[in-house]
């Protein structure tokens, strides 16, 4: 019987302990840099942690990056596909930078390009793509809008304007 009586408090016990892990899958739209253990990157604050980082990779000549569906002025509605292009440099999943690697990013309304080695931040107008995603559903509000398709390396660090291509679409 006293076996019993200590049941309720394991119970407690392992509820109370839980780390609340058994989140959701994350839809496209969602970043996909939450997935990454190197989404602590984009907190890092010690600077001797920062100088042990490598630099971000070289850019391969000719690599580029742009928009297979959409083009500049389009019209489209809201939800839409949007299919991301890269050639000249390999497609992978973030959390480990590589040589000649990256994955994608969209920024909603954000300017042409991130600078260099700027680390792209993770809210509803930067979208990450770290699970190396080709293709995405985006739903905006009516009006203009630009998206500007970012590639960075496997931390999220931006490759800036050189691997940056953007559009101005109307979502009617």
Do not use: W
Request: proline share 5%; hydrophobic share 40%; net charge neutral.
């Amino acid at each position: 019987m006293r076996k019993i009586g200590l049941i309720p408090f394991l119970l407690l016990g392992m509820v109370a302990c839980n780390d609340g892990g058994s989140k959701t899958e994350e839809t496209a739209t969602d970043t996909a840099a939450a997935s990454s253990a190197m989404d602590t990157t984009h907190h890092v604050a010690d600077t001797a942690a920062m100088a042990e980082i490598a630099p971000v990779p070289e850019i391969p000549a000719g690599a580029k990056v742009f928009f297979k569906n959409l083009k500049n002025g389009q019209k489209i509605k809201s939800p839409f596909k949007v299919q991301m292009g890269v050639s000249g440099i390999a497609l992978d999943s973030a959390g480990v930078i590589k040589p000649a690697s990256g994955h994608h990013h969209i920024l909603i309304d954000n300017g042409d390009s991130l600078a260099l080695g700027t680390v792209v931040p993770k809210d509803s107008t930067h979208l990450h793509f770290g699970n190396a995603q080709k293709e995405a559903e985006l739903k905006l509000t009516p009006g203009e809008h630009k998206l500007t398709l970012q590639y960075a390396d496997g931390i999220h660090r931006s490759y800036g304007g050189k691997l940056a291509s953007s559009v101005t679409v109307t979502v009617q």
